[in-house]
């Protein structure tokens, strides 16, 4: 066994955990966070994808001893304040979904893609999400997804929810 | 899935890793974890003891100077292929780190477990080797350097002794009216090379090639030189036809591997036309 502490969402854990275990398997059986998805456990399909220190990085490819000391942040982690984060907001609006499987890894990983390039060409969305494999084909809507969010989060406006929307 | 159980050691400096090491003989060493990992995961690879040296302090970072360029072991290839100024002095290394997988396979696999993983596949082999790289690798006696040349030994197996930790990849000065750049063939869903090709070519003063140093990745089980090349290519003046003559023999006595992704014989046709493609943009960059 050994000693972790790291940071999920704002909250700081230690445990004594078996050193095998992997960041994916923390969050979802040990926190509960089960929004980060095993797809392909092979780092080939991003389903897994959360952000330690704010890189999208492949949970079923890191042990969770590897984040120790790190601050890590899962889909669960990006409503603010009862808001949705601009990119949860623009996949719900644009229908960026259809069996929603992959949607979480897609999410976080263009959070960390808007951060380096917040005005993206189509073209650079496509190219960035090549680490996230969508099984529906569901692409075109994922795309204008992260477009959608890209321009809404370089102008700030407020979000507007749709009616109806819980 | 999941690895097979091991005792995880994460020491904060590279004596303590050497220490553990070399109390552990057959320990492996974990940096960011990509390629080894995946093949714990698969019990292809069952280490009964891991030295994490994430926590080791002052092994990531770039450096670049008049006398060099200098890439922490730790240094990711994200960090790499963002570096502007590596990719003025050396755009091969750049343009190798940002055809690596993915985004987030970049942004966690270093540059250092890579070259010490020595996947027959992996993209920086064919730069090192092209580039002329030297890796600094520090064991109980202490430091030692191992040109690129004779680095890479035989699949997945790398001149560095089972107590050593390689820390640190160095490159040798830009030198004038040279130029490099690497091509490759991606496995489409892996992004693996299928084949990769790093060419560097030095000119003279007439615009010839004074020197060429040409490596292969991904044909071979291990990466190589593609020396008939190389020695082709000098002296010659460099154009369409003389590039084309000296990149038809750079599959040479290459024993090409045959899998699932390509042939021998096909894998030997794209390391020539990869070549060609290196060739031809080297020398654009050295004009």
């Not at chain 1, 994922?142 to 809404?152: D, R």
């Not at chain 2, 930790?165 to 030198?175: A, D, G, Y």
Request: glycine residues 8%.
């Amino acid at each position: 066994m050994a000693q972790l502490k790291l940071t999920v969402n704002g909250v700081i854990y230690e445990a004594d955990i078996d050193p095998r275990l992997l960041l994916v398997h923390y969050l979802r059986d040990t926190l509960g966070l089960t929004g980060t998805n095993v797809g392909c456990d092979t780092s080939q399909c991003g389903a897994c994808t959360v952000l330690v220190d704010g890189l999208a990085v492949k949970s079923c490819t890191m042990l969770a001893l590897q984040a120790s000391g790190s601050k890590i942040t899962t889909i669960e982690g990006l409503k603010q304040d009862g808001v949705y984060h601009p990119l949860q907001q623009a996949f719900w609006d644009n229908h960026g979904l259809q069996c929603g499987y992959c949607t979480s890894g897609m999410i976080m990983t263009a959070v960390d893609f808007l951060k380096h390039n917040p005005h993206p060409t189509e073209a650079e969305i496509r190219h960035a999400i090549e680490g996230n494999i969508c099984r529906c084909t569901g692409y075109h809507n994922i795309v204008k997804a992260i477009k959608a969010a890209a321009t809404q989060m370089a102008d700030n406006r407020p979000l507007q929810r749709p009616q109806g929307q819980v | 899935m999941f690895p097979a159980k091991f005792e995880y050691y994460a020491p904060t400096t590279v004596n303590q890793a050497v220490a553990l090491l070399k109390k552990h003989r057959d320990a492996k060493v974990l940096a960011g974890g990509h390629s080894l990992l995946p093949t714990m995961k698969l019990r292809l690879a069952q280490p009964p003891v891991l030295v994490d040296i994430g926590k080791v302090k002052g092994l990531a970072g770039i450096k670049v100077a008049k006398g060099g360029a200098t890439i922490g072991a730790l240094t990711t290839h994200a960090t790499i292929a963002a570096s502007k100024d590596l990719r003025k002095q050396c755009p091969a290394i750049t343009e190798a780190a940002a055809l690596i997988g993915d985004m987030q396979v970049r942004n966690r696999g270093t540059i250092g477990g890579s070259l010490s993983h020595a996947d027959p596949a992996a993209d920086y082999p064919a730069v090192m080797i092209a580039l002329g790289a030297e890796m600094k690798a520090v064991g109980p006696k202490g430091a030692r350097t191992i040109n690129a040349s004779h680095f890479f030994k035989s699949l997945m197996t790398t001149a560095l002794k089972p107590s050593e930790v390689l820390t640190e990849v160095r490159l040798p000065p830009h030198q004038p009216n040279s130029g490099c750049a690497y091509v490759k063939f991606p496995n489409p869903a892996s992004r693996f090379a299928v084949a990769g090709v790093c060419a560097w070519i030095a000119l003279d003063a007439k615009g010839r090639c004074a020197k060429a140093s040409i490596g292969i990745t991904g044909a071979c089980a291990t990466a190589t030189r593609a020396s008939k090349t190389e020695a082709a290519l000098r002296g010659k003046e460099l154009n369409e036809e003389t590039i084309a003559a000296a990149a038809a023999q750079a599959a040479d006595g290459l024993d090409c591997l045959s899998d699932i992704h390509a042939s021998a014989e096909y894998r030997a046709h794209l390391v020539t036309v990869l070549t060609a493609r290196a060739i031809q943009q080297a020398v654009a960059r050295a004009k």
